[in-house]
């Protein structure tokens, strides 16, 4: 699974994933985190998501990456929001209302580029990526992310010989073996979802939870 596949999403349209409201498990489990609030935020494989402007509402400066071009110019237009646009060595950087959106490959950014974060939001990374790229990207970009950084980390659950991804199923013992090295790890709720999910239980999903991580660096 390559870049042109996700680029191909955006192009054609076929962009279920993305959600039309906040995630309620954002808004319930971010004060967990105990974060300043000008404090710089990671939003990584952000899509358009909504939850980037509400983490922006809450008074932290959001670095989102996004790979599509289309993906980031919707989100600043759907907010009515008119960037600035700069081209920098990782892609090209939009910029308006507390939100830097850098239209780039996640796997481009530094350490530099990531220096500043105290905290991270991975929603919609993790669970995107094949086993092979899980594993490169936790090593890349939080292998980087500096001492004290939090995350608030959301997977899911299910039999993965039930559907293909993405989403894949990430379990705890894998987000253990990814992470434990390096991040404190506390599991902070463990739901059923698959009755809110009708779409994986038509493709025949038995069984889907979600789990939200606290994670902090070392």
Same mark, same amino acid.
């Given at each position: 699974?390559?870049? *042109? ?16 409201? =906040?995630? +309620? ?5 971010? +004060?967990? !985190? ?8 990671? %939003? ?6 909504? *939850? %980037? ?33 700069? *081209? =920098?060595?990782?892609?090209? !950087? ?64 299910? +039999? ?9 199923? =990430? ?40 789990? %939200? ?6």
């Amino acid at each position: 699974m390559d870049t *042109d596949f996700w680029l191909q999403r955006w192009e054609h349209g076929q962009t279920g994933f993305h959600q039309s409201r =906040v995630m +309620p498990l954002l808004q319930k489990h971010w +004060p967990a !985190l105990g974060l300043p609030r000008d404090c710089r935020v990671l %939003v990584p494989l952000a899509g358009k998501s909504l *939850d %980037v402007a509400w983490l922006a509402a809450q008074g932290h400066r959001v670095l989102a990456v996004e790979l599509s071009p289309l993906a980031v110019e919707q989100f600043f237009a759907e907010h009515q929001l008119t960037p600035s646009v700069t *081209d =920098v060595p990782q892609g090209r !950087l939009y910029q308006a209302g507390g939100i830097d959106f850098l239209c780039g490959d996640i796997f481009g950014l530094d350490a530099a580029a990531l220096a500043d974060c105290q905290a991270c939001y991975d929603r919609a990374a993790l669970i995107a990526l094949t086993p092979a790229l899980r594993a490169r990207y936790a090593a890349h970009v939080y292998g980087q992310l500096p001492a004290g950084c939090h995350t608030l980390l959301l997977t899911l659950d299910y +039999p993965q010989a039930e559907m293909d991804g993405p989403p894949f199923s =990430v379990p705890d013992a894998e987000v253990r073996t990814l992470y434990e090295a390096r991040w404190g790890i506390d599991t902070l709720e463990t739901r059923d979802v698959l009755a809110n999910e009708p779409k994986f239980a038509a493709r025949g999903v038995t069984r889907m939870s979600t789990t %939200v991580y606290r994670l902090t660096a070392r």
